[in-house]
């Protein structure tokens, strides 16, 4: 499609919408078209109104008496309605005008039946205008601090982390940069708050807080709040005005809690909390798995490899350039921590491996991963969850990066192997460093990634019994003859 027939598309599509909506009553006024809309119980006027993205993007709904209709999580701070989820964007339905306006009348009557069965989304930061302040404010747990003050303290790139407990000294040096604020619990609320005086009645201490604020000395306010059975937190600036009224806007926060990281974790991360994984072969493929079972959620690991980091090795491992030089388990734990916390549980071994190593390496574990590319570890390995009757995964690149193969070993179910997927035959880019008949690999990152990421999918299904095959998988990375991916 060239760029005119794409406006000429958009152009039709919004015409199209509005002689539909004009076929329902509507007319064009004050910039939106507005009509009436019957529900259970009654009618409303509401405009709607072509955002000049659409049809990317839904109309939008306003009552035209806002107090119409009552105040609830399903309404945006302008008052518009809520009407279209973030998951609900799959064919840009809201063009046709019929269906639109069924749309619309759903929401009504759901508020007209008090929004029963809602699902509770803690999207309290909406209904307050960003404050000025363009720091990120960072807090941990809050549960111990509720009814205290606390203090903020800066961090790196823009940062305000909380400190712990803190109160506001009684005469401010103009030097410093902490911020004093109070930790309040609003409980459970069934409508968002807009403003100081919707909070008040939520506050077991609204008095003094609102004196403090008055007086100077309280500007952030940290609010805990429930909705249904989740646990939600704002930070607010709350600023006294010259009216003797208290001016609320919300501050950019976030949780960094184990909690806020698991939630976008996957849902079998708590279980992998548990889980303790050995990886053997801290390379391009052992990097990456470490690293993303960490991110599934795994918090115990054992990293077995007795090289070095080089130069040569950055283009395809986990870690940068400061880690050339120090071996590769002291650099990937580094890492580890350095981006997913110091409670991490890595046991780094700078060992080479051996029948008696890897028996035990398979008996102390839940999960051995063979990432060497090596075949005597493999064939070790391979024996020793055989003779332990325990499984591991063994996993691999093939054909200059065309090809990534896992083994379940042995094969679940006495399943057969996988059959033979290396090609074999010289690379057209043969480039040797060193060794007995052994070049470098033009394996590219990419494939790297990607047999990372299919290890650790079958790592997760071991670890929590829903094993993905029984005997493992050959992915081909690149088109077969037929011009398909397998």
């Known amino acids: 499609m060239s760029l005119a ?15 539909g909506i004009i076929r329902f009553g509507f007319v064009e006024r004050h910039g939106g078209w507005h009509g009436l ?65 069924a749309h619309v009348t759903a ?42 003050w606390v203090r903020f303290r800066p961090g790196p790139n823009n940062t305000m982390r909380l400190a712990g407990i803190g109160t506001p000294p009684k005469k401010r040096t103009k030097h410093s940069n902490n911020v004093f604020g109070y930790v309040a619990r609003l409980g459970h609320i069934d409508a968002p708050p807009r403003g100081w ?15 403090r604020i008055q007086e100077g000395k309280l500007g952030v306010l940290v609010v805990q709040y429930h909705r249904g059975q989740h646990l939600g937190a704002i930070l607010l600036h709350v600023t006294p ?3 003797d009224e208290i001016a609320v806007n919300r501050l950019s926060s976030a949780a960094d809690t184990l909690a806020a990281r698991a939630a ?46 080089k130069p040569g090795n950055l283009v395809r491992h986990l870690v940068g350039p400061s880690s ?23 046991d780094p071994r700078e060992e080479s491996l051996n029948p008696d190593s890897v028996v035990v390496l398979v008996r102390e574990h839940d999960l051995v991963i063979n990432a060497t590319a090596d075949f005597s570890v493999t064939a070790m390995v391979h024996a020793a969850a055989a003779a332990t009757n325990r499984h591991a995964l063994s996993a691999a690149i093939q054909n200059d990066g065309d090809t990534f193969r896992i083994d379940v070993l ?25 060794g007995c008949g052994s070049p470098i690999s033009p394996t590219p990152p990419h494939a790297v990634i990607e047999a990372a990421s299919a290890t650790v999918r079958h790592a997760v299904g071991l670890l929590t019994g829903t094993p993905i095959t029984r005997s493992g998988e050959v992915g081909q990375l690149v088109p077969t003859e037929g011009g398909a991916l397998e």
């Open 5 to 19: 027939a794409l406006a000429e598309d958009v152009a039709y599509t919004r015409l199209h919408f509005q002689e």
């Open 37 to 101: 809309l019957a529900h259970p119980s009654g009618s409303t006027e509401i405009r709607v109104e072509l955002p000049p993205s659409f049809p990317f993007k839904p109309p939008t709904v306003t009552p035209v008496e806002s107090d119409a209709v009552p105040w609830s999580w399903h309404r945006d701070l302008n008052g518009s309605l809520c009407l279209v989820a973030e998951d609900d964007h799959q064919d840009l339905w809201w063009v046709e005008a019929e269906m639109f306006l």
């Open 107 to 148: 929401w009504f009557e759901s508020s007209d039946a008090g929004w029963r069965d809602d699902r509770p989304d803690l999207d309290l930061d909406r209904y307050f205008q960003p404050d000025n302040d363009e720091r990120l404010y960072l807090y941990g747990e809050l549960d111990g601090l509720v009814d205290k």
């Open 197 to 211: 005086d919707d909070l008040v009645p939520g506050l077991d201490e609204a008095t003094i807080l609102q004196r």
């Open 241 to 243: 005005t010259s009216s």
């Open 264 to 309: 976008r974790a996957g849902p079998k991360s708590q279980e992998l909390r548990g889980r303790t994984v050995a990886v053997l072969g801290l390379g391009a493929v052992g990097s990456f798995t470490a690293d993303m079972l960490v991110r599934a959620g795994v918090t115990r690991l054992t990293l077995v490899d007795h090289d070095v980091v």
């Open 324 to 346: 050339i030089g120090m071996p590769k388990v002291d650099a990937v734990r580094t890492h580890l921590r350095q981006h997913h916390g110091t409670d991490l549980q890595i």
């Open 410 to 434: 042995p094969p679940l179910d006495g399943a057969a192997p996988l059959p033979n997927s290396a090609l074999g035959g010289p690379s057209s880019q043969d480039y040797f460093e060193a």
